[in-house]
C-alpha cells in the first residue's frame, strides 16, 4: 500500500498512522512495501517503527531473504535532501564470489609488434618460485593496441612453468597466442613487475588481482540492475572480467519497490601502502560492503572507514558469523589489507577478522541506506 499523506494533517495523526504501518510490517513476516518504509523513515521514525537488529524481508529472484537494520542516521545524504536514514544489511550472504579477478602484466596501449620480449619479476617476492628472474618469449602474433598480456603466475608454481597468453582488449576471452617463456633478457624490455614501470602492472596483482575497492569487479557487481554478461567494465589498465561476469547484476534480482528506494551514500576506503599510496579514498555508491570499522574490528592503518553501526556495538566474532546456504562462511569486507597490493579483508568462518587474494571466491554481504 502507498501513503498518501496531505501536507495539512495533524502532526500527531500523521504519526499514529506511520506507527500502525509500521506495526503491520514487522508483523506479517511478508514481504514489505518498500515506498511505505521510505515515507516512515522519511518522517524520522525509522529508529522507533525499526529498531536496531529488527528484520525485514524481500525479495531477490524467486527466493525471500531477511534485511538486518544495523542503525539510524549514520549514513547521510551526500545531496544534502533528506535528514533521517536506515541503513541494512543482508541477514545472510549471498553467493561467493571474487572481490577482482587475476589481472593483466603488461597493457599493451600503442600494441606491440610481433617479436621477442623480456620483463623482470620483483626482487625479493617469493624467490622460491622465480621471484626476481628475468623471463624472455617470443611472439608470433602482433598485439593490437589496447591488448594485454597475462601472466598467470599461480601459487606454489615456478615462474618458468607459467605462459604467456596475450588479448587483442581487456574484455576478449579469447587469447591470440600462448607462448612459454624461458630465462633471459633478449629483445626488447618490457620493464619490472613492480607497479612503478608504465604499462606494467605490480606482481601481486598479476597473481591475485587487486584489493582497490573503488576498481573492484565486486563493487561494479553490487551497483548494476544490467544482465549477466553486460556489467562488467574495465577500471584499470590491468583489469580483466570476474569469474562471474555471466551473472545478472545484484540489483536486477532485487525487489524494484527496494532498489527505489535505496540511495547514493559516500564510503571512505582504506589504500594500500603498496601500490596505492595509502591513506584513503571515498567512493560513492547505493549498495556497498562493510568496512572492518563499521563491524567493530577498529581501523586498518589507522585510517577510519566510517563508525561501528550499532548493531555491531559490542559484538563478540560469534555475532559476526554469517551463513550461506546454511552454513558458515567467509564474507568480504571492502577494506584491504594494506601491506599487500591483493589482499582484501574478510571475516573467517569463526568471525574473526582476516584477510585474502582478492582473486579468491568469499560471500558477499551486501548493505545499503534509505533516506
Known amino acids: 500500500m502507498g501513503l498518501n499523506i496531505a501536507?495539512?494533517?495533524?502532526?500527531?495523526?500523521?504519526a499514529q498512522a506511520l506507527e500502525l504501518i509500521a506495526k503491520h510490517l514487522m508483523q506479517t513476516g511478508s514481504v514489505v512495501a518498500w515506498p511505505d518504509v521510505q515515507e516512515i523513515i522519511r518522517h524520522g521514525m525509522g529508529s522507533s517503527s525499526f529498531p536496531v537488529g529488527s528484520q525485514l524481508a524481500v525479495s531477490y529472484g524467486e527466493k525471500t531473504m531477511l534485511l538486518d537494520v544495523l542503525g539510524h542516521d549514520i549514513d547521510l545524504d551526500p545531496h544534502?535532501?533528506?535528514?533521517?536514514?536506515?541503513?541494512?544489511?543482508?541477514?545472510t550472504l549471498l553467493d561467493a564470489s571474487q572481490f577482482d579477478a587475476t589481472e593483466a602484466l603488461y597493457y599493451a596501449a600503442d600494441g606491440l609488434a610481433a617479436g621477442t620480449y623480456h620483463f623482470t619479476l620483483l626482487a625479493g617476492y617469493d624467490v622460491e618460485y622465480g621471484g626476481g628472474a628475468?623471463?624472455?618469449?617470443?611472439?608470433?602474433?602482433?598485439v593490437p593496441a589496447g591488448g594485454v598480456i597475462m601472466f598467470p603466475w599461480a601459487y606454489q608454481q615456478q615462474a618458468l612453468a607459467t605462459k604467456i597468453s596475450t588479448y587483442a582488449?581487456?574484455?576478449?576471452?579469447?587469447?591470440i597466442e600462448t607462448v612459454s617463456v624461458s630465462a633471459g633478457s633478449d629483445g626488447t624490455d618490457l620493464g619490472t613487475a613492480d607497479g612503478h614501470t608504465e604499462h606494467m602492472n605490480h606482481v601481486h596483482r598479476l597473481r591475485y588481482g587487486s584489493n582497490r575497492y573503488k576498481e573492484s569487479a565486486i563493487r561494479q557487481w553490487l551497483n548494476s540492475d544490467k544482465a549477466g554478461g553486460a556489467w562488467w567494465?574495465?577500471?584499470?589498465?590491468?583489469?580483466?572480467?570476474?569469474?562471474?561476469?555471466a551473472r545478472d547484476g545484484f540489483l536486477k534480482k532485487l525487489d524494484e519497490g527496494l532498489v527505489?528506494?535505496?540511495?547514493?551514500?559516500?564510503?571512505?576506503?582504506?589504500?594500500?601502502t603498496v601500490t596505492d599510496g595509502g591513506g584513503s579514498e571515498v567512493v560513492r555508491d547505493r549498495v556497498w560492503l562493510l568496512s572492518r570499522d563499521e563491524m567493530g574490528y577498529g581501523h586498518e592503518n589507522n585510517v577510519t572507514e566510517g563508525q561501528t553501526y550499532p548493531f555491531f556495538a559490542g559484538a563478540t566474532n560469534a555475532d559476526r558469523i554469517y551463513l550461506l546456504n546454511g552454513a558458515p562462511r567467509w564474507y568480504w569486507l571492502r577494506t584491504p589489507h594494506t601491506g599487500y597490493g591483493t589482499n582484501v579483508r574478510y571475516v573467517d568462518t569463526d568471525g574473526s577478522l582476516s584477510g585474502g587474494y582478492a582473486s579468491s571466491s568469499v560471500g558477499v554481504l551486501a548493505a545499503f541506506t534509505i533516506y
Open 169 to 175: 582488449s581487456r574484455e576478449a576471452a579469447a587469447a
Open 7 to 14: 501536507s495539512n494533517e495533524n502532526a500527531e495523526r500523521q
Open 80 to 91: 544534502g535532501r533528506f535528514q533521517h536514514s536506515t541503513t541494512f544489511a543482508l541477514h
Open 233 to 245: 567494465q574495465p577500471q584499470s589498465e590491468f583489469d580483466r572480467a570476474p569469474s562471474y561476469a
Open 134 to 142: 628475468t623471463l624472455q618469449f617470443t611472439l608470433a602474433q602482433a
Open 260 to 272: 527505489a528506494a535505496i540511495d547514493e551514500v559516500d564510503k571512505t576506503v582504506a589504500l594500500n
